[in-house]
């Protein structure tokens, strides 16, 4: 089973920036889809960012052209560079496959303060 570990979370002020990391396990992590999510308090997780194999790239509108996701085939992590948050990034953000089929990580908070 893939396992997942998210960090570089934190509290940062409105229009900042942070840049979280996921590193996963298995040898699979090269080959496939990978994406980042957030869940909200009171709300349902939300798909926030996917990034192929191949590095082709797709974002939600709330977030395109302010988060960037990568991703370092080599080290098996996936990263997302967050900048010009709004408070409504508030969130714990998770990465998973693209269908999010893989064992749920425990997150990373994010909270940003006005």
Do not use: H
């Not at 979370?9 to 396990?25: E, F, K, P, Y």
């Not at 997150?107 to 940003?112: F, L, S």
């Amino acid at each position: 089973q893939v396992q997942l570990v998210e960090s570089g979370g934190g509290l940062v002020q409105a229009g900042g920036s942070l840049s979280l990391s996921c590193v996963a396990s298995g040898s699979i992590f090269s080959r496939v889809v990978m994406a980042w999510y957030r869940q909200a308090p009171g709300k349902r997780r939300e798909l926030v960012a996917t990034i192929t194999s191949g590095g082709n790239t797709n974002y939600a509108d709330s977030v395109a052209g302010r988060f960037t996701i990568s991703r370092d085939n080599a080290k098996n992590t996936v990263y997302l560079q967050m900048s010009n948050l709004k408070l409504d990034d508030t969130a714990v953000y998770y990465c998973n496959d693209g269908r999010g089929t893989a064992n749920w990580g425990q997150g990373t908070q994010v909270t940003v303060s006005s």
